[in-house]
């Protein structure tokens, strides 16, 4: 029974904020879900997935983020409501279609969710997506508390219904994967009946007056927003300084506030409607106090467009000069993630107070103690991951060719090819697909005498995603190079999705499978694949490929995920260390499996000296057996 | 011993500075040395400060004099050709191993009689493979030596076997065929650098060198027959004496003449740092003939190369059993291969100082030894 479906007005649960978003749009009477997987977004439609069938909605995991925006639209247009849910780099992919969606307008309530990952934990950028609310002219709501993940998105959809434009709900990491209370309330019984008017179709011509008409749309919005619940002032009528803050900005300064005893002294005006500011609310705010601090993530957008408000306002309310502090002071910092302590660092400057949490011994002390007790530990790939085989041998294969090739991978589990454990291998970054393109280009540079061999790395969901238009490209243009691609059979690293490959849906119902090396091959791309727990072979192949000059040269490296593996299967092999044959730290190897191929199954024994097999951590995979160089590794059959 | 450094050094100092032979002696020691298309790469560092890899390769600083000293006797040496007891002109007796072997067969003939007089009881040759795409393997039954016969111009890394073998201290009694660069990394394997870690290397018991001029790109060559003859047809590859200027390639068609301006290109730039023509560290070595009386008289035949009494011991033995044909020698002979050795020290030292630029840096040579003895000084 999942959470999400509760059916039980009234109870307070424990809920995520995803889940809470969820939620919302059930209980809003959305029928159509869409998105791509995407940290931190993925559980909003990820939960709407599981109760589908028991909401008879419609709940899909599209191939990538502008086809899921585009797919929730037309759900929109038919008279539905809908909800697509994406992180910031989805968002970069969705707003071709997004700012045209604006001009032509939509009809039942739709709401974009995006997700966005302050200080990048789990992306290729560290983006502020509320920046594409004020240059797409679409309203913007920012939650704070869980419960408000759940009634914005329900505000979300019937502004949108009222103003038929999309509104857009923004989240970070800490409200989306956090938990807290959340107050339900009643599931919808009844269903819309899907209908395209077409005598009243959604165009974006004439252009410009239909971009007019998008402003008014927003201005409507702004005098909504005037009145709304989810802006607020708590603290003193007259504060020394006066915090202004939206999403999780205001759990930092509150606490911050509270800590540092400032409850007479500062106050905290909420903000929720962040997109378009409601100016006269915010007019009667400013004019309490000189010193305004901005607390917000990342970029400074509440900073910026309050001090545009104020720059109108001043003179009509004759408000006096304010100082500012914020991002662009130097008081809050203006990339990374938010914490308490930046907070207090920015109060301490802006307020001149004086603050410690402890006594700074005690602190130092306390920092050297629990260091001791958690070790630093960096990414790596699981034991038994096919992507680590695959790298042994790309990266053996770039060795014996010779000629300083290099490796560029895309996005997903495999993009750890710049880490020890993905033996540093990656030399370039970049958004979806961008492994390929980037190879297109360097694959062109021969006729200028480039002469290092480039692989290019993608997964077998990210091949549907983006690398598709990449692989044209390549064909098209001639480009010389070898494309990889890593199927494991799963979206892995935002966990486990279904995708085109798999052959399930996000329901649970049986899909057609589109067979990737049928696809290559049909795009007239010379197509092998290898099985790359095969290390010699697959070594061999790359390295022959190197040698061929002409086009693009596809090489699928098949073989299931790890995790995926082990929730249907047992461990084929039972592995332990000959100690008679390892080498240890001697000529002839010093420790190459712990030392550089770095399966966390395979750990040194300080005591003997020799590698010794963790036994709950290892998976049987079998693939160190083949990398020592003295037969010491031993794998038996189970 | 403290001159001995580890891979990292090597890759700086002999792989990346092109000096790299692809004898083979830095693999099959480890997972961290490959090979592809006649180079050796190494794919990562086992960053030890000391290692075999480094105390095997015949292009890491060589004490010459220090191995002949442990292993010859001191009173044979000649400056020119280095341990000298004896030069032979001979050729196989049995016809059909001569059909197929590079000049008389003799090789052939005396690794094949060494194993069945249990003098060895192995061999690590250079497969030729009809002439292109050679590989190293080891041979452990008499009549395996024959199938190894052949022409061979690319290099392949063959003492990765040896070393294989070494580990697996099976073969007690193994023999090591191979050009001027694997033999002196075999003599360097023999001297046991490391106290803790013999390697075996007691199991080596006999030396053959082959004479080298020397050896040509993997590729290179390719390229070249391909654009020639379909390269499976090729059954011999041969350097005519210098007054042709060809390179003669048999094919089962029929002959084709390459000028040697189109191989020059191609020999492996290593090759121009070797100065070692006729395996200078070996028990016996053996070459093509080459005496004053003409390529028509020499074709066929071979000149070997005494330098120690098992060396002898062996050539006693065929001579007796008619293994080997014998013929006479002129001392035009020893002199015209005294002067073609020579000529390769001097070309080689001169292509070291132009390559370090400074006289008192030969890279692996030591600038006191005496077989270079007369020649840095016309180098400069």
Same mark, same amino acid.
């Given at each position: 029974?999942?959470?999400?479906?509760?059916?039980?007005?009234?109870?307070?649960?424990?809920?995520?904020?995803?889940?809470?978003?969820?939620?919302?749009?059930?209980?809003?009477?959305?029928?159509?879900?869409?998105?791509?997987?995407?940290?931190?977004?993925s559980e909003i439609i990820g939960s709407l997935a599981e109760v589908a069938k028991e909401r008879e909605i419609y709940v899909e995991w599209s191939v990538n983020e502008k086809v899921a925006l585009e797919v929730a639209a037309a759900a929109s247009m038919a008279g539905l409501r809908a909800i697509t849910a994406m992180k910031q780099?989805?968002?970069?992919?969705?707003?071709?279609?997004?700012?045209?969606?604006?001009?032509?307008?939509?009809?039942?309530?739709?709401?974009?969710?995006?997700?966005?990952?302050?200080?990048?934990?789990?992306?290729?950028?560290?983006?502020?997506?509320r920046a594409f609310a004020r240059m797409g002219d679409f309203p913007l709501l920012e939650p704070t508390t869980f419960q408000e993940a759940k009634d914005m998105t329900i505000y979300a959809l019937e502004l949108s219904e009222e103003l038929r434009t999309v509104v857009i709900l923004r989240g970070v990491t800490r409200i989306s994967h956090a938990r807290g209370n959340v107050k339900l309330g009643e599931l919808p019984k009844d269903h819309r009946k899907p209908y395209f008017d077409t005598s009243s179709p959604f165009t974006?011509?004439?252009?410009?007056?239909?971009?007019?008409?998008?402003?008014?749309?927003?201005?409507?919005?702004?005098?909504?927003?005037?009145?709304?619940?989810?802006?607020?002032?708590e603290g003193p009528e007259k504060p020394d300084l006066m915090v202004i803050a939206s999403g999780t900005g205001i759990f930092y300064s509150r606490e911050a506030v509270t800590l540092m005893g400032l409850e007479d002294q500062v106050g905290i005006l909420k903000l929720g409607t962040t997109?378009?500011?409601?100016?006269?609310?915010?007019?009667?705010?400013?004019?309490?106090?000189?010193?305004?601090?901005?607390?917000?993530?990342?970029?400074?957008?509440?900073?910026?467009?309050?001090?545009?408000?104020?720059?109108?306002?001043?003179?009509?309310?004759?408000?006096?000069?304010?100082?500012?502090?914020?991002?662009?002071?130097?008081?809050?910092?203006?990339?990374?993630?938010?914490?308490?302590?930046?907070?207090?660092?920015?109060?301490?400057?802006?307020?001149?107070?004086?603050?410690?949490?402890?006594?700074?011994?005690?602190?130092?002390?306390?920092?050297?103690?629990?260091?001791?007790?958690?070790?630093?530990?960096?990414?790596?790939?699981?034991?038994?991951?096919?992507h680590r085989a695959s790298y042994w041998a790309i990266k053996n294969a770039l060795k014996l060719d010779d000629r300083e090739g290099f490796l560029t991978p895309d996005i997903g589990c495999y993009a750890l090819a710049r880490t020890a454990s993905g033996f540093f291998l990656s030399k370039t970054g970049g958004a979806m697909g961008s492994g390929t393109g980037l190879a297109c280009g360097f694959g062109k540079l021969q006729e200028f005498g480039f002469d290092q061999s480039v692989i290019s790395v993608c997964g077998d969901s990210t091949f549907f995603h983006a690398v598709m238009p990449a692989l044209v490209n390549a064909q098209y243009n001639k480009s010389n190079f070898v494309m990889c691609i890593l199927d494991n059979s799963a979206t892995a690293m935002t966990g486990f999705q279904p995708h085109p490959g798999v052959g399930t849906s996000a329901m649970g119902d049986p899909a057609p499978i589109l067979d990737i090396e049928a696809i290559c091959r049909a795009m007239g791309a010379k197509v092998e694949v290898k099985d790359p727990f095969d290390l010699k072979d697959t070594t061999e192949t790359i390295t022959r490929l190197f040698q061929d000059r002409e086009g693009v040269k596809v090489l699928i490296l098949k073989r299931k995920c790890a995790l995926l593996k082990a929730k249907g299967e047992k461990p084929p092999y039972k592995i332990h260390i000959a100690l008679e044959n390892c080498v240890g730290q001697d000529c002839g190897c010093n420790q190459l499996c712990t030392r550089i191929f770095r399966c966390p199954g395979i750990i040194w024994d300080t005591e003997t000296k020799k590698a010794k097999v963790d036994e709950v951590i290892c998976v049987g995979c079998g693939v160190c057996t083949d990398i020592c160089p003295n037969s010491a590794i031993i794998k038996e059959e189970t | 011993m403290s001159d001995i450094k580890g891979p990292s050094d090597l890759e700086k100092e002999v792989l990346k500075q092109k000096l790299c032979v692809a004898c083979g002696a830095c693999m099959g020691l480890c997972a961290y040395f490959g090979t592809f298309q006649g180079k050796v790469v190494m794919l990562d560092s086992c960053k030890l400060i000391q290692g075999r890899c480094y105390a095997f390769c015949p292009r890491t600083t060589t004490d010459m004099e220090k191995l002949r000293l442990e292993f010859f006797d001191k009173r044979d040496f000649l400056p020119e050709i280095g341990p000298f007891r004896g030069l032979y002109i001979t050729r196989a007796s049995d016809k059909s191993i001569r059909t197929k072997s590079q000049h008389g067969g003799s090789t052939t003939a005396l690794v094949e009689l060494a194993m069945k007089e249990g003098l060895i009881d192995s061999a690590i040759m250079t497969c030729s493979n009809g002439g292109l795409n050679p590989s190293g393997m080891l041979v452990s039954k008499p009549e395996e030596v024959r199938r190894c016969s052949g022409s061979s111009f690319q290099i392949p890394p063959s003492l990765m076997i040896l070393n294989q073998a070494l580990k697996e201290n099976k073969y007690k009694k193994i023999g090591v065929i191979g050009t001027p660069c694997k033999t002196l990394a075999a003599y360097k394997t023999r001297s046991k650098p490391f106290a803790e870690n013999d390697h075996h290397a007691d199991n080596i018991a006999m030396v053959f060198g082959l004479f080298c001029g020397w050896g040509l790109d993997w590729v290179g060559l390719e390229k070249v027959i391909e654009g020639k003859t379909p390269p499976e047809k090729v059954k011999h590859i041969d350097v005519l004496p210098s007054k042709y200027q060809i390179l003669e390639v048999k094919t089962r068609n029929g002959r084709i003449e390459v000028p040697l301006d189109e191989i020059y290109p191609i020999v492996r730039e290593s090759c121009r740092y070797c100065t070692d023509m006729t395996a200078e560290f070996s028990d016996i070595s053996?070459?093509?003939?080459?005496?004053?009386?003409?390529?028509?008289?020499?074709?066929?035949?071979?000149?070997?190369?005494?330098?120690?009494?098992k060396g002898e011991e062996l050539l006693k033995i065929a001579r007796e059993k008619r293994i080997l044909e014998f013929r006479e020698i002129e001392s035009e002979n020893f002199d015209k291969l005294k002067k073609a050795s020579r000529?390769? $020290? /001097?070309?080689?030292?001169? #292509?070291? @100082? $132009? /390559?370090?630029?400074?006289? #008192?840096? @030969?890279?692996?040579?030591?600038?006191?030894?005496?077989?270079?003895?007369?020649?840095?000084?016309?180098?400069?």
């Open positions: 029974m999942s959470i999400v479906n509760l059916d039980a007005p009234g109870r307070t649960v424990l809920m995520m904020g995803n889940e809470a978003t969820a939620r919302g749009a059930l209980e809003a009477g959305v029928m159509v879900a869409t998105a791509y997987p995407g940290t931190p977004s780099n989805g968002l970069n992919v969705a707003c071709d279609y997004l700012f045209t969606l604006g001009l032509t307008g939509v009809k039942g309530g739709i709401v974009l969710v995006v997700c966005d990952d302050p200080a990048s934990h789990s992306s290729s950028n560290e983006e502020d997506t974006y011509s004439p252009m410009v007056q239909k971009h007019s008409l998008l402003h008014e749309k927003l201005n409507k919005a702004k005098e909504r927003f005037e009145t709304s619940p989810f802006n607020s002032y997109w378009p500011l409601p100016d006269r609310f915010l007019g009667k705010h400013l004019a309490r106090t000189q010193k305004i601090m901005f607390v917000e993530e990342v970029d400074p957008f509440l900073e910026s467009n309050v001090k545009e408000v104020w720059a109108d306002l001043a003179p009509i309310l004759e408000i006096g000069p304010r100082t500012f502090y914020g991002k662009r002071s130097g008081h809050i910092p203006i990339v990374g993630e938010l914490t308490t302590d930046r907070v207090i660092e920015g109060l301490k400057k802006a307020l001149d107070e004086v603050y410690e949490p402890c006594d700074p011994n005690y602190s130092r002390r306390a920092k050297e103690v629990t260091k001791e007790f958690v070790s630093d530990r960096a990414l790596g790939f699981c034991p038994g991951c096919p | 053996i070459g093509g003939a080459r005496s004053s009386k003409g390529w028509d008289f020499d074709r066929g035949w071979n000149q070997v190369i005494v330098r120690t009494r000529n390769k $020290k /001097k070309n080689a030292t001169q #292509n070291i @100082l $132009k /390559k370090t630029g400074n006289g #008192n840096n @030969l890279l692996y040579l030591d600038p006191e030894d005496p077989g270079l003895k007369g020649l840095l000084h016309s180098a400069i």
